[in-house]
């Protein structure tokens, strides 16, 4: 199994920057994706972009392209996601989640994972 340990948010000011950690332990695959989701207050979840361990393939969300980048550490089993420019519409509970190699379609669905981190807040203000 998988353990997801995730830290780094908190509260910033619109245009600011924070930079979210999620750190795994456990049996990990080759395999495996590390995907990053988020839930806005009052609404779904909501795919931000995903990265796979074995190619370094990494997939965003259109809403975040070109302002959020993921990267990770493989000696250390850690995931990054550094969000910048951020907006108000931003501010949601932030979540890790591995699972195994899926499809390119099941990458960007919540209920495709099965290992989830607690979450992390970050509130963006105006």
């Known amino acids: 199994q998988v353990q997801l340990v995730e830290s780094g948010g908190g509260l910033v000011q619109a245009g600011g920057s924070l930079r979210l950690s999620c750190a795994a332990s456990?049996?990990?695959?080759?395999?495996?994706?590390m995907g990053w989701f988020r839930q806005p207050p009052g609404k779904e979840r909501e795919f931000v972009g995903c990265i796979s361990w074995s190619g370094g393939s990494i997939y965003y969300a259109d809403s975040v392209k070109g302002r959020f980048t993921i990267s990770r550490d493989n000696a250390k089993k850690t995931v990054y996601l550094q969000m910048n420019n951020l907006k108000p519409e931003d501010t949601a509970i932030y979540y890790c989640?591995?699972?195994?190699?899926?499809?390119?379609?099941?990458?960007?669905?919540?209920?495709?994972?099965?290992?989830w981190g607690q979450g992390t807040q970050v509130t963006v203000s105006s």
């Open positions: 456990g049996r990990t695959f080759s395999g495996y994706y």
């Open positions: 989640a591995a699972d195994a190699n899926m499809g390119p379609s099941g990458r960007t669905k919540w209920y495709e994972y099965n290992y």
